[in-house]
């Protein structure tokens, strides 16, 4: 296990956990304030959820394959107050368009885009499962970036959904919590994302990365107490919007692999059953299909090199996984292989492990395993070398593992 307690670390470790907790502190009192602005007192509930990076484990969530994200320490609150009578209203700081909702009424999505559909989505399913969702005056606030390939989405769902179980005391299963949030993600954002990312949201520990299993929804918390080791997330500042039919088509390829194999899905072939098709499959698909079996194996071989604290052997399978999905899925772009290559480049002697692009690709951040100690002359290099090769200013934070959802105050 790579827990270090030399002295160093432990006080890297402390300087580090003091930082956080100020960071969330300041996000608290930054929304604290503008409640009583808002609504005249101090919040009854307040409740949080973070966003999220995915370690590796790209493109396999709908191959019933595995994912390995890690919640970040950025999080989404959300403070509230009873109302007197069945309407909720919300607030968010990131938008001048509040929700205003009739609970009288069935909850029908907003327009396309709106950002309320998602907290609205939260509360149908609430009311679907026969809760009875109280009035509530709510605000939001949050330190994850939005649309910056982290879920700030499914930290907002979580979060909403944490704040509506204290107003009504009652708490659902964590699966089932997940399962509801990613529900209003679908029906009611009009977006039919897998399930990493809510349950990463509601599951995650201090000090963990979480394996899931994406067919059986079974996870096991992975340790990463090694706090010399810390997780940069790179955001390239680009998305390239293509025909839009890439998502599609590649979902398409992998089952018709699966098909050609007489496989349930892409999880269930070896490399050597591909090996075998091959002849009989297009060779576009064929590759398709060797990141998805490949990146299953290097997702499973990953967690265990986290669990033993093998950086390097983690750092090479990130690589690995990268010129997979450049190489054979081909969703990477430039910008995410300048990141990789810059990384690669400073090497492990100076502080970097392993550098891979994470989320659905063609822009999007990329995530970095770095030495702790060498966090910062990391950032600067990177970022020197980012400006020097695509003109574009990159975005970075750090992260250790962050928490799951919880009630912060009024439980
Ligand atoms: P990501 O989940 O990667 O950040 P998405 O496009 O899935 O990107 O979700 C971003 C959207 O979620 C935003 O455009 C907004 O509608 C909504 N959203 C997330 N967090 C907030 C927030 N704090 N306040 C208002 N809307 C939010
Ligand atoms: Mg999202």
Redesign the pocket.
């Known amino acids: 296990m790579g827990l270090h307690l030399s002295a160093g670390g432990h006080l890297a470790n402390q300087r580090r956990l003091l930082s956080d907790f100020m960071q969330l502190e300041y996000l608290l009192a930054e929304a604290r304030t503008a409640f009583e602005q808002h609504y005249g007192q101090a919040p009854r509930w307040i409740a949080g959820a973070p ?1 999220r990076v995915n370690l590796i484990g790209e493109h396999t969530d709908y191959n019933d394959g595995y994912v390995f994200p890690m919640a970040l320490e950025r999080y ?1 609150v959300v403070l509230g107050v009873p109302r007197h009578d069945p309407r909720v209203r919300i607030i ?4 001048p368009h509040p929700l205003e909702v009739s609970l009288d009424k069935p909850l029908e999505p907003r327009s396309k ?3 309320g559909n ?1 907290p609205l989505g939260v509360m149908a399913g609430f009311l679907e499962r026969g809760y009875r969702v109280p009035g509530l005056n709510l605000l ?3 330190s ?13 769902e979580v979060a909403m959904a944490t704040l509506l179980e204290a107003a009504m005391a009652v708490r659902l299963e964590p699966v089932e919590k997940a399962l509801l949030c990613q529900q209003a993600e679908h029906r009611y ?1 009009g ?1 039919p994302c897998g399930i990493m ?1 809510q349950f990463i949201a509601v599951l995650a520990q201090p000090g963990h990365a979480l394996l899931l299993d994406c067919r059986s929804r079974c996870f096991q918390q992975v340790p990463m107490l090694d706090s010399d080791v810390t997780v940069l997330v790179i955001n390239t500042q680009v998305r390239h919007t293509l025909t839009g039919s890439e998502y599609p088509t590649r979902r398409r390829q992998c089952e018709e692999a699966a098909r050609i194999m007489k496989l349930p899905a892409l999880r269930d072939a070896t490399l050597a059953d591909l090996e075998s098709a091959r002849s009989r499959l297009d060779p576009t698909v064929y590759r398709r299909a060797r990141h998805v079996i490949g990146e299953i194996q290097r997702t499973l071989e990953a967690a265990e090199a986290f669990r033993d604290g093998n950086w390097l052997r983690a750092g090479e399978l990130m690589y690995a996984s990268h010129a997979s999905l450049r190489d054979d899925y081909e969703v990477s772009c430039r910008e995410l292989d300048v990141v990789v290559e810059a990384a690669r480049a400073i090497g492990p002697d100076a502080g970097v492990y392993g550098c891979r692009m994470t989320g659905g690709g063609f822009g999007g951040c990329a995530v970095a395993l770095v030495r702790t100690a060498a966090v910062s002359e990391v950032q600067q290099r990177l970022a020197r070398a980012y400006w020097q090769q695509t003109g574009r200013e990159a975005v970075m934070f750090v992260s250790r593992p962050g928490r799951g959802a919880w009630v912060i105050h009024g439980a």
């Open positions: 966003g989404t968010s700081l990131a938008d885009g709106f950002w998602y939001i606030h949050s994850v970036p939005l649309g910056g390939g982290v879920s700030s989405s499914a930290a907002l954002a977006m990312d």
